[in-house]
């Protein structure tokens, strides 16, 4: 089992910065041996893959609504993945997640909420 626990949420204005992170634990697994995605759930709507990095970070990629504004990274020694996220809007109010890549049903965490003003 994979724990995973986002952090660095908070409420920002348009045009702000923010960037969370999620550490990995777990027994008897290696953090380095999975693909990690980041994921968002806004109120009322579906979960919606924002992107993710391969096992050694190397490679990124990203979907459409946050392409050339967020940034996925990882450091593999802290067990830890990033997003960066910039020029934020208020629909990018929501719920955020890390999860494997493809995701793992037994490993969603608690989320870190981001909401932003306009």
Do not use: H
Not at 39 to 44: E, I, K, L, T, Y
């Amino acid at each position: 089992q994979l724990q995973l626990v986002e952090s660095g949420g908070g409420l920002v204005q348009a045009g702000d910065s923010l960037r969370l992170s999620c550490v990995a634990s777990g027994s008897g697994r290696t953090f380095s041996n999975y693909a990690m995605g980041w994921f968002r759930q806004a109120p009322g709507k579906a979960r919606e893959f924002l992107g993710a990095t391969i096992k050694s970070g190397s490679s990124t990629y990203y979907a459409d609504s946050v392409k050339g504004r967020f940034t996925i990274s990882r450091d593999n020694a802290k067990n830890t993945v990033y997003l960066q996220m910039n020029s934020l809007k208020p629909e990018d109010t929501a719920v955020y997640y890390c999860n494997t890549d493809p995701q793992t049903k037994d490993y969603w965490g608690q989320g870190t909420q981001v909401t932003v003003s306009s």
